[in-house]
């Protein structure tokens, strides 16, 4: 039996430009999340309107911001039906 692994980002099915929304491996899935984190941390940061700069906040206000992106991802698992 196979087990597709889907991404949701705001229990929406995260799709980004070309990227594919399932995947065969966790592994591939979690990498995909751990890439996109960054970015939409970065997009969080500027909207926040601090006056600052994303890299004049150091790296413990990076990884703040990083994990409040990541619990807006969630991996979901589908089994195939028979």
Known sequence: MDIIYVIYLDNSMYREGKRRTAYKTMGSAKAVITSDCRKYAHIMFD???????WYDIGEEGKQEYIKKARERFEIKEFCERK
């Open 47 to 53: 909207k926040a309107k601090t006056g600052k700069c």
